[in-house]
C-alpha cells in the first residue's frame, strides 16, 4: 500500500471514530477514559498537536469543536451527566501517574 492510500484510508477511520463517537452522546468521557484510556478530548488534543506540527495553529476550543461536532460548552450542556463515586474511583485507578 503507498503512502497516500494509508493515509486517506487513517483518515476515513479517524472520521468514522469520529462520527460515532458524536452520535454516542450517551457515552460519556469518563466511561472512555476508564475502558479504553482516551477520550473525546485526548482525541481533539491528538488532532491540534497533529496541526501543529504541519505548522498549523488550531486553539484547544477549535480542536474540541471538531471531535464534538459542536462548541464544547454546548455539548456539556446537552449530553455530560455527573461520574458517579465509582467512576471517579475508578477513573482515580486507571490514570496515568505523572513523571
Known amino acids: 500500500m ?3 492510500t494509508q493515509m486517506e484510508l487513517e483518515a476515513a477511520a479517524f472520521r468514522r471514530l469520529r462520527d460515532h ?3 454516542r452522546t ?4 469518563i ?4 475502558l479504553a484510556g482516551f477520550c473525546r478530548n485526548c482525541l481533539s488534543n491528538w ?4 496541526a501543529e506540527e504541519k505548522g498549523i495553529a ?3 476550543a477549535e480542536a474540541r469543536e471538531i471531535v464534538y461536532g459542536m462548541p464544547y460548552d454546548e455539548w456539556r450542556s446537552r449530553y455530560q451527566t455527573e461520574a ?3 467512576k471517579l474511583t475508578a477513573f482515580e485507578k486507571s ?4 513523571r
Open 31 to 34: 466511561d472512555l477514559m476508564n
Open 21 to 23: 463517537l458524536r452520535g
Open 47 to 50: 488532532y491540534r498537536e497533529a
Open 26 to 29: 450517551d457515552v460519556q468521557n
Open 95 to 98: 490514570r496515568p501517574q505523572e
Open 2 to 4: 503507498d503512502d497516500r
Open 84 to 86: 458517579n463515586a465509582d
Open 58 to 60: 488550531l486553539d484547544k
